[in-house]
């Protein structure tokens, strides 16, 4: 857990300092009231003074606690599903959102989970269905169609 | 408004809730949460925040009933996965999974199950009593708030969750501020000039609440749960078991009692929430049970007080995101956003404006109550039985919907990757260890929270004796202190009593 925290102390102090730089051009006090930066300024002072706090605490805690993320066979399944997920949102705009939908089902039921094939055929029709009734034909959302017109 | 009037009007919100179509929506919303409850991996709070979009063509009342009954329905649900797998449904169950799992291996899945029912109802019936009788008059009261101290409210809200989290404050607070950071983006609302855009165009109208929650709490919960492949084994339980003899119910009234009403304190605190409740409720019980040492080896009474309790604060972390639009809990944060956007205003106010939604909102949730009464006790087993569908051909709908509810909050392509941004974020949060409740609050209520300190440095011309003027403002300011200084205090302590350990330990070594 040691280097965990030293790791989210670091980035907390990156995210301040980018709020920090990213509102300098703006006013911190305009005229008669606090301007546009006034808020980023005070939130970006807190994240550094907390990630200085976790930073000190970490350094002092002796507690030895490991850290909680999975063995290798739970961060290959996690990456997995992640790069499953990204590639499905950029296959979107060229197959349609049903179409992506589908093939992102099939490879997480039969590449990922090592489902049957049958059943896992059979539970990507019915959430294509659910999608399909839910929000295209009860809510109207016009979802992004592909060459198929789906 | 007296009591009699607060009956009146809640006999007016039945008249709504009654109607055909709220009706069926409360029972979609309980029977939602109950599912969600009772599926592992995914809580109300992310059951909700995936099926908002859903609401979208409803009616604004029909919207609310069904969304807080998927958060009540939760409270419900989560007992189901925790007694009869032992894992806890959502993290309000977890003190359930303790006790509730060691009754199911001793035959007992039926008591347990009906303890907590019973427990579950009662607590929440007398919360939506206590909501009903209390909202009104602080309601009343909070009209005389003015910007300061709706500053300090929200402020309290953030500060509250440190304090009374179960885990590191510090850590508490860095959820918060990162959630303050994803505020700021977009166009300041005063001076309308854009903040951390990086010349995208996209983010200048601002992160959606909705991305945030769905990402933080949906998907970030389903990569957590990929991380070994599902295989719990579910106990089975009968109708015929769920039945509590003289001897248990005699166990469990009193258990019943303290767990409610701790629940409801602490849900009407900002920032503690059911998971909280539960577990101050086990601990409360512990120390008044008579027999102590059943307590983690299958203690009914200690169910039934977790149970009452987190449905308890479920209902009563209504009371200040209903009577002063500030949410108690991560599933009123989203209820308080559900309100935004169906372009409502939430705040004192609300009630005047809004009698018919708040009144039908708060006898729904009598209706619910009973509802999933009848579905925790006679319908149980077959509730049960859907434990026994294996996850990942639920983990695949929820992401799809999920994916697909991102798309329509705003038909953008955009908001779907965020969605997915945000999930990495909060899983990297969880194996972390910094809470993600702290974060989604902080998203909701940075609006308020820095419209009204510009608003109060603009009154007082930039001094900030603003916030300590008014009585009132004062004493608010007084409790964000007491917030901030409570974790250290018990840090300091924890490290006296340590140290004195240690010495005790040496000393016990030495005489050896």
């Known amino acids: 857990m040691r280097t965990t925290n030293l790791i989210a102390a670091f980035v907390l102090l990156a995210l301040s300092v980018m709020v920090l730089s990213g509102t300098w051009y703006l006013s911190y006090w305009a005229d008669f009231a606090p301007g546009s930066a006034f808020a980023p300024f005070w939130v970006a002072m807190t994240g550094v003074v907390l990630a200085v706090a976790l930073f000190v605490a970490t350094l002092l805690d002796d507690s030895g606690e490991p850290h909680s993320f999975p063995d290798r066979h739970g961060l290959v399944r996690v990456a997995a599903l992640t790069a499953g997920l990204w590639l499905m949102v950029l296959l979107i705009p060229l ?31 019915v959430i294509t269905g659910l999608v399909y009734g839910v929000f295209i034909a009860w809510l109207g959302i016009a979802l992004p169609a592909g060459p198929f017109g789906i | 408004m007296d009591p009699l009037a607060s009956l009146a009007s809640l006999a007016h919100g039945f008249s709504i809730a009654l109607t055909p179509t709220n009706l069926l929506f409360v029972l979609i919303g309980v029977t ?87 427990g579950s109802f009662l607590a929440g019936i007398a919360s939506v009593i206590a ?32 304090s009374l989290g179960s885990g590191s404050a510090v850590k508490a607070m860095i959820g918060a501020t990162l959630g303050l950071m ?60 769920m039945w509590l003899t003289g001897k248990d119910w005699a166990e469990c009234r009193m258990a019943i009692v303290r767990g409610g009403t701790v629940g409801l304190l602490i849900g009407l605190m900002p920032g503690a929430g059911p998971t909280v409740a539960a577990l101050l409720a086990y601990v409360v019980e512990k120390k008044a049970s008579p027999h102590p040492e059943r307590f983690g080896h299958g203690a009914l009474d200690g169910v039934a007080a977790a149970e009452s309790a987190n449905n308890s604060a479920a209902h009563g972390s209504m009371i200040p995101m209903l009577a002063l639009g500030i949410p108690g809990s991560a599933s009123t944060a989203v209820l308080l956003a559900a309100l935004v956007l169906l372009g409502i205003r939430p705040g004192p106010m609300l009630l ?107 009154l007082s011309e930039g001094s900030p004796t603003i916030f300590v003027e008014r009585p009132l403002s004062a004493v608010l300011a007084l409790m964000v202190l007491l917030s901030l200084t409570l974790p250290l205090l018990s840090f300091l302590l924890a490290r006296r009593a340590a140290r004195r350990a240690g010495v005790a330990e040496a000393l016990s070594h030495s005489s050896d």
């Not at chain 1, 896992?120 to 029709?125: D, R």
């Not at chain 2, 009788?133 to 402020?155: D, G, I, V």
């Not at chain 2, 001076?191 to 949906?218: C, H, K, M, N, Y």
């Open chain 1, 95 to 125: 197959v349609g959102f049903v179409m992506a939908g589908i093939l992102f089902c099939l490879f997480l039921l039969l590449g990922i989970e090592r489902r049957p094939l049958l059943p896992s055929l059979f539970a990507t029709a």
């Open chain 2, 32 to 118: 939602l949460g109950q599912l969600i409850g009772a599926l592992p991996g995914i809580g109300p709070s992310a059951g909700m925040a995936l099926l908002l979009p859903i609401t979208f063509g409803l009616d604004p009342i029909t919207a609310l009933v069904m969304l807080s009954g998927i958060m009540y329905g939760g409270m419900y649900g989560g007992t189901l996965t925790s007694v009869l797998v032992n894992v806890p449904g959502e993290a309000a169950s977890v003190m359930t999974a303790v006790d509730g799992n060691q009754l199911a291996r001793q035959g007992r899945a039926g008591q347990a199950l009906a303890a907590a029912a019973i």
């Open chain 2, 131 to 162: 909501l009903v009788f209390l909202t009104p008059p602080l309601s009343a009261f909070a009209l005389n708030f003015s910007a300061p101290e709706y500053f300090l409210l929200a402020l309290l809200g953030i500060t509250a969750t440190a």
């Open chain 2, 182 to 241: 994803i505020a700021l983006v977009g166009t300041d609302p005063i001076q309308g000039t854009s903040r951390l855009t990086f010349g995208s165009l996209e983010l200048l109208e601002g992160i959606d609440f909705l991305p945030v929650a769905i990402g933080v709490f949906g998907i970030a919960e389903i990569l957590v749960s990929m991380e070994q492949t599902q295989s719990g084994q579910v106990i089975r339980t009968r109708l015929r078991d």
């Open chain 2, 352 to 458: 005047t404006e809004q009698a018919d939604l708040v009144w039908g909102l708060i006898a729904s949730m009598f209706i619910g109550n009973v509802i999933l009464l009848v579905m925790n006790l006679p319908l149980a087993p077959l509730f049960a039985s859907v434990l026994r569908i294996p996850y990942s051909y639920l983990v695949a709908g929820i992401l799809i919907v999920s994916l697909v509810g991102a798309y329509a909050i705003s038909l953008s392509l955009f908001n779907v990757g965020l969605t997915l941004f945000f999930g990495m974020v909060g899983y990297l949060m969880i194996r972390a260890d910094i809470p993600r409740a702290p974060l989604v609050l902080a998203v909701v209520l940075a609006p308020l929270m820095e419209s009204s300190l510009r608003q109060s440095l603009m």
